[in-house]
C-alpha cells in the first residue's frame, strides 16, 4: 500500500535556533498524526539535535550526501554518517543538486545504491526544466531521469523508494503545476514502472508533487488520484503553512 506522506525540504534556510522552534511547533500539532508519514529536510548541521527528541512523530532526512564509505572528502558526510546521526531518509535528485553541483545521472545512481546498501530511505526527484516543457518533452525528459538513476533497481529496491515529481519551472516560483499537469505525469511515473516491473510494483510506490505547493493549493493536489503527498520548500519553513498542507489530505 503506498503512503500518504507530506516532507519539508528547508534548503539552506534556518538558524539552529529557528530549526528547533520550527520542528517543535510542527511535532506538538501532529503528535496523534496516523494517516500521513511527516518528514524534514533540515541542514545536516542541526540533525542531530533534532533527531535527539524522544517521541517525535516527524521522520527527518538529510539533503544530501557523498556516496563513499569513507575516507579523503573534506567537507563531505558519508552515508553511514547519516544514519549516524539519526537521519533515516535522504533526498537524491533535487534540481537544485542536479544544476548548481552538476550531479550526474550516473553520480545519483551511485547515492541511490549505497543509501539501499545502508538501508536508509530514498525520496528521488526528477522533474523537466521550463524549456523542456515549452518543447513538450517532459515525458521522455523525466522517463530518462527515472531509466538512467532508477530503473536498475530491483522491484524489491524499488519499492524502498518515494518518488517526487518536482518540474523545475515550478520550484519557488509561485507557479504550481495544474492539477492536470501533476496528474498526467504522476499517472505516466506509475504507468512506466507498471511497464519496467508490474502493476503491484508501480502501486506501492508513493509519488510526491513538489513545487510552489502551499495551504491553498495541497487539497486540490492531493485529491490527484496518483499524488501521494508533497514535498515542500517554502511552506514548510512557516509551522502553520506545514500543518495546513499536512492536514489537507
Ligand atoms: P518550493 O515549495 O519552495 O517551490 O520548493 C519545492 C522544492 O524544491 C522541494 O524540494
Known amino acids: 500500500m503506498r503512503k500518504k506522506i507530506v516532507a519539508g525540504n528547508w534548503k539552506m534556510n534556518l538558524t539552529s535556533e529557528e530549526a528547533i522552534l520550527l520542528f517543535d511547533q510542527v511535532s506538538e500539532k501532529i503528535s496523534?498524526?496516523?494517516?500521513?508519514?511527516?518528514?524534514?529536510?533540515?541542514?545536516?548541521i542541526f540533525i542531530s539535535e533534532l533527531a535527539k527528541k524522544s517521541n517525535s512523530s516527524i521522520q527527518i532526512g538529510i539533503q544530501?550526501?557523498?556516496p563513499k564509505d569513507k575516507g579523503a572528502y573534506t567537507g563531505e558526510i558519508s552515508i553511514s554518517q547519516v544514519k549516524n546521526i539519526g537521519a533515516t531518509?535522504?533526498?537524491i535528485g533535487h534540481s537544485e543538486r542536479?544544476?548548481?553541483f552538476n550531479e550526474t545521472e550516473l553520480f545519483l545512481k551511485e547515492k541511490v545504491d549505497i543509501a539501499l546498501e545502508y538501508q536508509v530511505g530514498?525520496?528521488?526527484?526528477?522533474?523537466?526544466?521550463l524549456e523542456i516543457r515549452e518543447a513538450n518533452q517532459?515525458?521522455?525528459?523525466?522517463k530518462k531521469q527515472l531509466e538512467d538513476s532508477l530503473f536498475h533497481l530491483s522491484s524489491d529496491d524499488l519499492e524502498k523508494c518515494i518518488i517526487a515529481y518536482e518540474p523545475v519551472w515550478a520550484i519557488g516560483t509561485g507557479m504550481t503545476a495544474s492539477i492536470a499537469q501533476a496528474e498526467e505525469m504522476h499517472k505516466s511515473i506509475r504507468s512506466w514502472i507498471a511497464e519496467k516491473y508490474d502493476k503491484n510494483t508501480a502501486n506501492s510506490i508513493s509519488i510526491l508533487y513538489g513545487g510552489s505547493c502551499n495551504a491553498a493549493n495541497a487539497n486540490e493536489l492531493f485529491a490527484c488520484p496518483n499524488v501521494d503527498g508533497g514535498l515542500i520548500g517554502g511552506a514548510a519553513l512557516d509551522a502553520e503553512a506545514f500543518?495546513?498542507?499536512?492536514?489537507s489530505f
Open 98 to 100: 542536479r544544476a548548481y
Open 122 to 129: 530514498i525520496v528521488f526527484c526528477c522533474g523537466e526544466p
Open 89 to 91: 531518509h535522504v533526498l
Open 243 to 247: 500543518l495546513n498542507i499536512i492536514h
Open 138 to 142: 517532459e515525458m521522455t525528459y523525466v
Open 64 to 66: 544530501n550526501f557523498y
Open 32 to 44: 496523534n498524526q496516523k494517516s500521513v508519514d511527516v518528514m524534514v529536510f533540515p541542514p545536516s
